[in-house]
């Protein structure tokens, strides 16, 4: 009995592990390459969660600077109707402000891979 309560616990964490890196559904991954192409393109946001000081320090244009703590007061800087490419230092904030916006109805996301860990 004690075994199976062992096995139910890492379940329930490999679980709830998996589920915090996997991407929001609804939530197109997309690489720093592409992402860039996406920037010739007409109704497309670009947007860094990241906080002001690591956006201050390295950013692309066109990207707008909206921290992830921030990212549910200020959500309505953002237009619903239009793409949103959501990026972080690494990709596992902007996997997390992806799933937050996609709770608030917004259906157009777009993660990029890596973050600006992989911009060229």
Known sequence: MESLIQW???IGIAIFVAKRFMPAKGVESITSQEAQKLMKEKNVQFI???TPGEFRANHRKPFKNIPLSDL???SDEINREDRVVLVCQSGMRSTKAAKLLRKQGFKNLYNVKGGMGTWV
Request: hydrophobic share 55%; aromatic share 0%.
């Open 8 to 10: 139910i616990i890492i």
């Open 72 to 74: 549910v007061r200020r």
């Open 48 to 50: 860094d969660v990241r």
